[in-house]
């Protein structure tokens, strides 16, 4: 198991682990050794050495019609 409580913001490590492992289980190829690890732990490790960083949301603009 992976200890959070020395993360700076949980939620951000959640969010990006998550998205992440999203990528592992579409086929990205991982970033650390993998050993025996089922993706989503493989993605939480990437994320703890950061071998992976979160990356700012950039929000559509709805075009507006005139």
């Known amino acids: 198991m992976?200890?959070?409580?020395?993360?700076?913001?949980s939620f951000e490590f959640v969010v990006t682990a998550g998205a992440r492992a999203r990528q592992l289980l579409a086929g990205s190829i991982p970033r650390v050794t993998p050993g025996e690890h089922k993706k989503t732990t493989l993605a939480q490790q990437e994320v703890i050495?950061?071998?992976v960083e979160a990356v700012e949301r950039i929000e559509k603009v709805e075009l507006q019609e005139s």
């Open 2 to 9: 992976i200890d959070r409580s020395k993360l700076p913001n």
């Open 49 to 51: 050495t950061r071998a």
